[in-house]
């Protein structure tokens, strides 16, 4: 056999917050699930994301400690409709509250791009190609 990619697991300080965040970006995640030490759900596709508090992950690893030196622990993106989105999803979260990285810019890559930071301090990009795609 060989082994397949299935999950994406992320440690959180606050799992209710964290769970918040990503709800606000389009995630089905249950309200039931902010007091669990682990949480998961499927994504479109297949793929997984999960999440254990900081405790949870101490349980079986306690020395176990966060990055340290201004880097963050994972970087996630999230694919918007159109450079319009990217701009609205930003504002909106950076209005209420969450912490926005870098501003909305259009990248030379194509791309209108923007960078937030969820309550544990990893990078999550919004992005949407500049012009529509051919195929």
């Not at 697991?9 to 389009?26: E, I, K, N, S």
């Not at 030490?37 to 793929?47: A, D, K, M, S, T």
Request: one cysteine or more; proline letters at 8%.
């Amino acid at each position: 056999m060989t082994p397949r990619f299935d999950l994406i697991g992320l440690v959180v300080d606050d799992m209710a917050a964290t769970l918040a965040f990503y709800r606000r970006l389009g995630l089905d995640i249950p309200a039931t699930a902010d007091g669990e030490p682990h949480v998961e759900v499927e994504l479109p596709g297949g793929l997984r994301i999960a999440w254990d508090t900081v405790a949870t992950v101490k349980s079986f690893a306690p020395d176990w400690t966060p990055p340290s030196g201004g880097g963050h622990r994972v970087g996630l993106a999230f694919r918007c409709a159109d450079p319009a989105e990217v701009d609205a999803v930003y504002a909106e979260l950076t209005r209420d509250g969450y912490v926005g990285h870098k501003a909305p810019w259009d990248a030379f890559w194509g791309q209108r791009y923007a960078v937030l930071h969820d309550p544990d301090g990893n990078a999550v990009d919004l992005f949407a190609a500049l012009a529509p795609s051919d195929s």
